[in-house]
């Protein structure tokens, strides 16, 4: 992965699925995995809490976006 600047990248990852909630051990080892295949990332993961709508999650990791961009105006 290429850096745009001398910083970390900022990613936020709306994740939606009853697997990544139930399963014991499924989100540890996705978390570790992805921050494994991407080391200079600064990666926030957001649940999707509400319904099971295939856009849930894409609609929660823009929420926390506009949130950041707005709190860092």
């Known amino acids: 992965m290429e ?3 001398q910083g970390e990248l900022k990613v936020t990852v ?3 699925g009853s697997v ?12 570790k995995t992805v921050c494994e295949l991407a080391p200079h990332c600064d990666i ?8 099971s709508g295939r856009w849930a999650a894409l609609i929660s990791a823009v ?6 961009c707005i709190l860092n105006q």
């Not at 929420?63 to 950041?68: G, H, L, Q, Y």
């Open 63 to 68: 929420a926390d976006k506009m949130a950041d």
């Open 20 to 31: 990544y909630k139930l399963h014991l051990r499924f989100k540890d080892k996705f978390h």
């Open 14 to 16: 709306g994740i939606d």
């Open 44 to 51: 926030t993961f957001i649940q999707s809490e509400e319904g």
């Open 3 to 5: 850096r745009r600047s």
